[in-house]
Nanobody
Framework: VQLQASGGGLVQAGGSLRLSCAAS????????VAWFRQGPGKEREFVAA??????YYADSEKGRFTISRDNTRNMVYLQMDSLEPEDTAVYYC???????????????????WGQGTQVTVSS
């Protein structure tokens, strides 16, 4: 499965962006799709994931970000609200057909990665 992320851009603090992740083929709801991000000089970190209709979030994004899925279009979205300068990063979508629950937040658990989309939040 090939993934393509899009929707990044420059936004002021407090603003919103919606990222999109397009899959090259039908994956089904059990296929886990996650968003990770990597800020300047930082390691890649988990943001959110969806699998089998259940959503998961990093504690720092809970309440501000919403992940959703449209299986009819092979799309996963990340709605980001109340953005902060600390959210500035390259955002990647990742997919995996065999990701178990305990590994959802683990970069190494995902076999497919999109190219990343830059999100910059100005103060």
């Amino acid at each position: 499965v090939q993934l393509q992320a899009s929707g990044g851009g420059l936004v002021q603090a407090g603003g919103s962006l919606r990222l999109s992740c397009a899959a090259s083929e039908c994956t089904g709801s059990r296929y886990a799709v996650a968003w990770f991000r990597q800020g300047p000089g930082k390691e890649r970190e988990f943001v959110a994931a969806v699998r089998s209709g259940t959503t998961y979030y990093a504690d720092s994004e809970k309440g501000r970000f919403t992940i959703s899925r449209d299986n009819t279009r092979n799309m996963v979205y990340l709605q980001m609200d109340s953005l902060e300068p600390e959210d500035t990063a390259v955002y990647y979508c990742a997919g995996g057909g065999t990701v178990i629950l305990s590994n959802l937040r683990n970069v190494a658990a995902y076999g497919s990665w999109g190219q990343g989309t830059q999100v910059t939040v100005s103060s």
